[in-house]
């Protein structure tokens, strides 16, 4: 199982909280940096402010050489999306070609209230995103020299030049997400590289996950690769309870462990690789570990040094 390591700047993270975070998770071997794309914190102030992630990951990839770096899950409502297939691209060069997208509805409104930004119905939202990832995927795709049109029913493109060109083809990696029963499967079947089921139980996980199958069933891929699944938990690791406690308590977790609905990795290294080893079972083949203190890089240290080898 590969692991990426997937942080929350708008809880409260300056660029170089980042830049130290995500270099470590070099360093440990872990396969990627991951972050939120919110503009408004979910817990606590959020001081200093957010960052925008694809800024943030453009001076990122600057920064390091190998980890894959990627938003879960970029909003379909904070850009349109000739723009954004521009900055994924130009992001996707300098990194040299280690970029990958996850696109959602976005479900925050408070954070579209408190920067101008429209929040249309959720059924709105969906129609929008799956036009989004039409026209993504039609930019990355159209062979340079020609140009890609769309007519949609919230946008339309007119002869673009489609250009710039990710170093990735023909795009990057698309990670759709999400617990919707209907249409978010149908869209991971149709354009997803990877389908992500983020901070569930298990046995949701694996209920999901055969959603996709089958949406897959009836949408085929066209000759793509198999999806890949993946699953988003949060984790609390000690190497002796005492520390699990202490690490729980210090993000405001419960420190009797994870609450029923799942979602939280939760124990001693040995315990943590147990549950992901169900998740392997499931046919889950990367982990995304949300980590809520991105300055306790001793939490990552003992991830990388005693859980990720007791995985297959």
Not at 18 to 32: C, K, T, W
Not at 56 to 73: D, F, H, K, M, P
Not at 158 to 172: E, F, I
Not at 259 to 287: C, H, M, N, W
Request: glycine share 10%; with cysteine.
């Amino acid at each position: 199982m590969r692991l990426c390591v997937f942080t929350e700047p708008q809880l409260g993270a300056t660029y170089e909280d980042q830049l130290a975070i995500a270099q470590r998770v070099e360093q440990l071997g872990f396969e990627g940096f991951f972050r939120s794309d919110h503009y408004v914190t979910t817990l606590g102030e959020g001081m200093p402010g957010p960052t925008d992630s694809w800024v943030t990951l453009g001076a990122l990839a600057r920064e390091t050489s190998t980890i894959r770096l990627g938003t879960l899950v970029t909003s379909a409502t904070f850009r349109y999306p000739g723009p954004l297939a521009i900055a994924v691209a130009q992001v996707d060069a300098m990194s040299g070609g280690r970029v990958e997208i996850g696109l959602g509805a976005g479900w925050y409104e408070r954070e579209h209230t408190a920067y101008g930004i429209p929040f249309p119905p959720v059924g709105e939202r969906f129609d929008r995103l799956a036009e989004q990832l039409e026209i993504l995927t039609g930019l990355w795709s159209t062979p340079a020299g020609s140009t890609y049109s769309f007519e949609g029913r919230y946008y339309d493109i007119v002869d673009s030049p489609a250009l710039p060109k990710p170093v990735q083809q023909p795009g990057p990696p698309v990670i759709i997400g999400g617990k919707g029963p209907k249409r978010t499967p149908r869209l991971a079947a149709r354009y997803g590289d990877e389908f992500n089921v983020p901070f569930s139980s298990l046995a949701d996980t694996d209920a999901q996950y055969q959603r996709v199958v089958e949406a897959i069933e009836r949408e085929g891929r066209d000759g793509r690769a198999p999806i890949v699944f993946s699953c988003t938990q949060t984790i609390v690791c000690g190497s002796t309870e005492a520390e699990v406690r202490r690490r729980a308590e210090s993000v405001g977790l419960d420190p009797n462990g994870p609450r029923e609905r799942g979602g939280q990795l939760y124990g001693t290294p040995e315990r943590i690789a147990e549950q992901l080893l169900d998740f392997v079972k499931a046919g889950a083949s990367r982990a995304f570990l949300q980590v809520l203190d991105m300055r306790d890089l001793e939490h990552l240290e003992l991830i990388a040094a005693e859980v990720a080898p007791l995985l297959p």
